[in-house]
């Protein structure tokens, strides 16, 4: 019996058993299977996968993170194929995979999402940023770098920043083109401005695609134009753009991310290559400077000596690089939770599959991941600091902290003109110093430096013009004959000068929005043509409007509605002036000779009047003539003062 108690004891000090619970070093496996799907000639690819493997050595390499457990990393090559990459995906079902780094492609992701939610596999992307991956239809997909929501946030920000209200959209036809700028329209619309004409382009477009797509662009009246594609062809479009003369001053170009990994990845282009992007708005996903990633910005001329990106060009690292290192740690902090918490990587097969038993194509091999639902939870759980920052995820699955940086492609290189946060908006000012004061998304807090525009334009474009397209408003001007400096059409001419074409004109172009319109003269030129009649044409729908130096009368008001009146008209009242001193008896100024004479005669007829009315029968009225002629001027005067109610 004391021979049983003494193993037992032995055993328990050997870490075999502790309180009936097997320890960590005997479950612990030697070694977990995680895949890669991405594309190794692609911008985003031969980047990922040199960040890939040097993560996966780093994590190998430090028996702290997985105390003794080591990562066996699967790499396969999708060969820029949708079809390809799902196959390929499909194989690392069948080889005990915990979880698969990828897919690369947003495509690719749409289809392998549902087969990770029925065998319960993580897909932790870095590249794949379509808004609709992050949904409650794919619980096992898991962003580990900046949805394209935000990104579409912080174009349609920058729009609204410069007082645009229309865009024009050009975008791969898939899915990742068009749930991208399906989320740019709702983001437009929150700020009043709208896409006003999409134009996709096929994924395998030709240059001559990409030509007749521009020329019917260039023929629509808005001069702001967003492209959101990949960076295989984003190129061309503008060396198509460049040839067309459509990167001459006017014209606004913002790219989405694509531009600045591309100009990242295979820095330095060639200069005619650089000139092709001049002026061009792009953004950068945003990472914080820190000693984490200085260090790994130091090794990588290392990690990618002997290889070549665009040319004899080393390859560069941009931040889709750096999201994947900090993926591959991501997963292996959570895998480690998941051991920590006794988590086992076991499979078991998927009924579902069973009667595909036999079959050439032996899907039936693909099996469940037993702990995948724990792992997904220990995934979501982790708050790091890697390379890119704080690695912590909100409650819809996303990042926490979305930022962009704004770039401007000036000379051979680039220029940041802001950032863009969710938290504050545009600024001027890195995001993390704003995180420490309250949120400030007023319009005065919001602020970029001055880029350069195509064209070496320094002035902000108007953003329009009027479009070669549209219908024209039919305006009518009077052909006259006298006063030719308000409105005159010159000889031989379309044109018409004047100052009421100069007003017109100057009103137009105060118009956020784009009016076409055609003059077109009314009358013979011989005769001043009548105003009534140009008017009542309006209404007749003969034409949509009226210049001129046309008078504002009553009748012409019941018509058609006029502008306010910007020429006087001429009308005046002359009167003398005279200056005269004024004094006490100043009230008499107005009673001439006349109107005292008028006055007098006034008396005597009044007098004269009641004096034969009244003598026959008033003693007063009789006597000598003398007495009788003063009563009559007596009585007169009296008038004056008082009012006789009888005379007697």
Request: overall charge neutral; proline content about 6%; hydrophobic content about 40%.
């Amino acid at each position: 019996m004391k021979i049983i108690w003494i193993l037992v004891l032995v055993a328990c000090f050997n870490g075999v058993c502790l309180n009936g619970v097997t320890t960590n070093e005997t479950t612990r496996p030697p070694f977990v299977n995680i895949g890669a799907l991405l594309a190794y000639d692609s911008t985003i690819g031969k980047v990922a996968k040199v960040a890939l493997q040097a993560a996966v050595d780093d994590v190998n390499s430090d028996p702290s993170v997985l105390g003794g457990t080591k990562l066996r990393l699967l790499m396969q090559n999708s060969n820029n194929s949708g079809f390809l990459g799902i196959i390929e995906s499909l194989k690392f079902m069948e080889t005990d995979t915990v979880a698969i780094v990828g897919p690369q492609s947003s495509v690719t992701a749409h289809v392998i999402s549902f087969v990770a939610n029925e065998l319960q596999v993580p897909l932790l992307s870095y590249s794949s940023t379509d808004p609709t991956l992050a949904s409650l239809q794919f619980p096992y997909f898991i962003m580990t770098s900046r949805n394209d929501l935000y990104q579409m946030a912080a174009i349609a920000e920058i729009v609204e920043y410069y007082g645009w209200r229309e865009v024009i959209a050009i975008y791969g036809d898939d899915d990742y083109g068009r749930n991208g700028i399906a989320s740019l329209s709702d983001k437009l619309a929150e700020r009043r401005c709208r896409i006003s004409y999409k134009e996709p382009l096929p994924p395998t477009a030709t240059r001559d695609d990409i030509t007749d797509l521009l020329v019917k662009v260039a023929l629509t009246e808005s001069r702001i134009l967003v492209v959101h594609t990949f960076s295989s062809w984003g190129p061309a479009v503008f060396s198509v753009a460049q040839h067309l003369g459509m990167m001459a001053p006017g014209y606004v170009w913002i790219a989405t991310n694509w531009l600045s990994t591309h100009l990242e990845t295979n820095s330095p282009l060639p200069s005619d290559t650089m000139d092709d992007f001049q002026g061009v708005l792009t953004l950068r996903m945003y990472t914080p400077d820190s000693e984490l990633k200085r260090k790994f910005i130091s090794r990588w001329s290392n990690l990618t000596s002997g290889t070549t990106g665009y040319g004899p060009n080393p390859i560069g690292l941009s931040t889709y690089g750096l999201y994947a290192y900090d993926t591959v740690w991501l997963l292996a902090r959570a895998i480690n939770a998941f051991l920590d918490q006794g988590g086992n990587i076991s499979f078991s097969g998927n009924s579902r599959l069973a009667n595909l038993r036999g079959e050439r194509l032996h899907l039936d091999a693909m099996n469940i991941f037993n702990g995948g639902k724990m792992l997904r939870e220990k995934i979501l759980q982790v708050n790091m600091t890697g390379v890119t920052g704080q690695l912590k995820f909100n409650p819809d699955g996303n990042l926490i902290n979305p930022a962009y940086e704004v770039i401007n492609v000036i000379g051979n290189g680039i220029r940041k003109i802001g950032y863009w946060s969710n938290y504050s908006g545009l600024s001027v000012v890195p995001p993390e110093k704003l995180y420490s004061s309250p949120p400030n998304r007023s319009n005065s807090s919001q602020n970029l430096y001055s880029p350069i525009w195509p064209g070496q334009a320094v002035q902000k474009p108007r953003g329009w013009v009027f479009p070669s397209n549209g219908r024209h408003l039919r305006i009518g001007v009077p052909n006259r004959v006298s006063y030719r400096d308000f409105v005159s059409q010159v000889p031989g001419t379309d044109m018409f000068t004047g100052y009421c074409i100069d007003v017109f004109t100057d009103a137009i172009n105060l118009l956020p929005y784009a009016i076409p319109y055609k003059l077109i003269p009314y009358g013979d030129g011989t005769d001043n043509p009548s105003g009534t009649e140009l008017v009542s044409l309006i209404t007749a729908g003969v034409y949509d409007a009226a210049i001129g130096d046309i008078a504002i009368i009553t009748n012409r008001t019941r018509m058609a509605d006029f502008t306010q009146p910007y020429i006087e008209s001429g009308l005046v009242v002359v009167a003398p002036v005279k200056k005269k001193n004024s004094g006490a008896w100043s009230f008499l100024k107005p009673f001439t000779r006349q109107m005292w004479g008028v006055t007098v005669l006034f008396f005597i007829v009044v007098g004269a009047v009641v004096w034969i009315l009244e003598h026959r029968l008033n003693d007063e009225f009789r006597g000598p003539p003398r007495r009788q002629m003063i009563t009559i001027l007596w009585f007169s005067f009296s008038t004056w003062f008082s009012t006789h109610s009888k005379l007697t």
